[in-house]
């Protein structure tokens, strides 16, 4: 695909480590784990998908 350059946004990908019931900043513990400071344990590929889907609001 030549013509086309790869942007890279370093915000958009910060925001799928945040948790989306406190709005802090978590860590995937795995692949199918997310947590939070505040202990919130959630499904890490929901986490993301809930975060990409408010954006698009």
């Given amino acids: ?14 925001k799928l480590y945040i948790n989306t019931i406190c709005g802090k900043k978590g860590n995937r513990k795995s692949q199918g784990e997310f947590v939070c400071p505040n202990g919130h344990k959630l499904n890490a590929d929901y986490n993301a998908s809930v975060n990409i889907a408010q954006r698009a609001i």
């Fill in 1 to 14: 695909m030549s013509g086309l350059k790869k942007q890279q946004n370093k915000e958009k990908f910060y």
